[in-house]
C-alpha cells in the first residue's frame, strides 16, 4: 500500500520472492479520491468541469470501459 509500512516491490519483483497474484485495490481507490477531489475543486474554482476534461474519460470511452454494450448484449437475452 503506498503510503504504508509495506515497501514498494515491482511485479517481478514479487515473482521472484514467490508470490503469484497481487492486487492493488487501495491504489486504484486512492488515485480515484484523488481525481474526484481535483474535478470537484475545478467545478467550484470554474464554475464548470470543463477545464478537467483532458483528465476525464469521454463518455464512449467510460462506456467501452465499463462494457456497456456487453451489458446491454446480455440484457437483450432475458427479453426474447
Known amino acids: 500500500m503506498e503510503s504504508g509500512k509495506t515497501p ?4 517481478d519483483e514479487l515473482k521472484k520472492i514467490g508470490y503469484k497474484i497481487a492486487i492493488y485495490p487501495g491504489s486504484v481507490m486512492m488515485s480515484a479520491t484523488k481525481a474526484a477531489v481535483s ?17 476525464m474519460a469521454a463518455f464512449p470511452e467510460l ?4 462494457g456497456v454494450k456487453k ?10
Request: glycine share 2%.
Open 8 to 11: 514498494f516491490l515491482t511485479t
Open 39 to 55: 474535478v470537484l475543486e475545478t467545478l467550484k474554482r470554474d464554475g464548470t468541469t470543463q477545464n478537467n476534461m483532458p483528465n
Open 63 to 66: 462506456n467501452e470501459i465499463v
Open 71 to 80: 451489458q446491454r448484449d446480455l440484457e437483450a437475452t432475458f427479453y426474447r
